[in-house]
């Protein structure tokens, strides 16, 4: 629930962004402003970005968590 907090705490606006592999580069996605977040009830604005990112997600799976050693492919012990 960090993001409606801090939102909230900066008078800041939301922009979803994502980061992307393209190859052997890397593509950023910015979305609109999320009209109305912070909206006060921080359980809805945090379903909200998890619709968001899940949404994302469905795009393209197999780019979910990349970066994350855990799921890249290691040699077996």
Do not use: C, F
């Not at 409606?4 to 592999?21: C, D, E, K, S, T």
């Not at 910015?30 to 795009?59: K, Y």
């Amino acid at each position: 629930m960090a993001i409606p907090i801090l939102a909230r705490m900066g008078n800041a606006v939301v922009l979803p962004y994502y980061v992307r592999r393209s190859g052997e580069t890397y593509e950023v996605i910015v979305h609109p402003q999320l009209e109305n977040l912070p909206s006060g009830d921080d359980v809805a604005d945090t379903t909200r970005l998890v619709n968001v990112l899940e949404e994302e997600i469905r795009v393209k799976p197999s780019a979910y968590l990349w970066g994350h050693r855990r799921y890249k492919n290691r040699k077996e012990a």
